[in-house]
Nanobody
Framework: QVQLAESGGGLVQAGGSLRLSCPASRGAFSTYDMGWFRQAPGKEREFVVAITRTGGSTYYGDAAKGRFTISRDNAKNTVYLQMNNLKPEDTAVYYC?????????????????WGQGTQVTVSS
């Protein structure tokens, strides 16, 4: 079992940047594909981006393409999300998650371990 703890959220103006971090403990981090999801008030949790266990492949949701970058450092057991050119519609709680089953990277149902989330608020 892996434990995840996101950090790096906060309040930023539109056009600004944030870098989220998600260190893992109690598990073989390097054996998991990892993803970032977000959930805005009153909305479903939605896929943002994912990265394979070696970092060799990445998968981006439409909202993240061209603005967000996922990366990982297996030596530090950490996955990152660099977010640039933030928009008010990016406001949400952001979660990192470890993928535990086969199937689509885009489906939250294939992820079994989740962090507690970190709030990102983008003001206009």
């Amino acid at each position: 079992q892996v434990q995840l703890a996101e950090s790096g959220g906060g309040l930023v103006q539109a056009g600004g940047s944030l870098r989220l971090s998600c260190p893992a403990s109690r598990g073989a981090f390097s054996t998991y594909d990892m993803g970032w999801f977000r959930q805005a008030p009153g909305k479903e949790r939605e896929f943002v981006v994912a990265i394979t266990r070696t970092g060799g492949s990445t998968y981006y949701g439409d909202a993240a393409k061209g603005r967000f970058t996922i990366s990982r450092d297996n030596a530090k057991n950490t996955v990152y999300l660099q977010m640039n050119n933030l928009k008010p519609e990016d406001t949400a709680v952001y979660y990192c998650a470890a993928k535990v089953s086969g199937g689509s990277y885009y489906s939250k149902y294939n992820y079994g371990y989740w962090g507690q989330g970190t709030q990102v608020t983008v003001s206009s």
